[in-house]
């Protein structure tokens, strides 16, 4: 009879354990139909967005807006300042010269970029790959802020000064910018909407092309990094 007892108590389980994994993959399938939605409405909003300075010329030069690309529900989102000409060319983020960078950064750490979500502020190529204008980033930081909380990163990595400045005041951080060559590779906490975020200032990777020390800096960024996603 306790035999009988205990296979029955031990199939419920078996059964109960099979329903609560079936339900909660169900509910990411649903959740996961529902970000990439969302993120979909952004990429169409952008693709005509004529109020923007750099819309006219996207259109002449025959180039895309550059949304972001990655994991909908990624732990980290990486993000940078603006596209460049490949990126413009193809549609998407850090696949030129300074993407090589970051998937080298990538690979130090062993974190696959599929795995992660990458953007920039600014969706438009700017011309001559020049600084982004605060009026760019004024009219495509809403976009970012809707981006983050469609995919609820639980960790920012911003890559060079503007991401750095626009992300940490955006999120409650701004007296604590400093000197992107004094704050890099340090975690910020703060609160949002969804729970927790950590934020981290990280060089360009970009940088890493002129100056061969940078690398050596990103690639110890990065490890703090990799050991924070691991946490996460
Ligand atoms: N630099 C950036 O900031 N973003 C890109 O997508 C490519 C280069």
Known sequence: MESKNKTIRNVSWIVFNYLRISRDKYYHIIMDEERTGKLREIK???VNLK?????????RD???PVIGEGNHDAKIMFVGEAPGKNEAETGRPFCGAAGRVLDELLAHINLPRKEVYVTNIVKDRPP???DPLPEEILIYGPFLDRQVSIIQPKVIATLG???MKY???RYGLGLAVQSISKIHGHKFETEVSYGKLVIVPL????TALYTPSIKEELKRDFEVLGKLVREK
């Open 44 to 46: 169409d909003e952008i």
């Open 51 to 59: 109020d923007s300075p750099l819309y006219e010329e996207r259109v």
């Open 62 to 64: 025959r180039v895309f």
């Open 128 to 130: 001559e790959n020049r």
């Open 161 to 163: 000064r503007f991401s």
């Open 167 to 169: 992300i940490m005041e």
């Open 203 to 206: 060089y360009h990777p970009a």
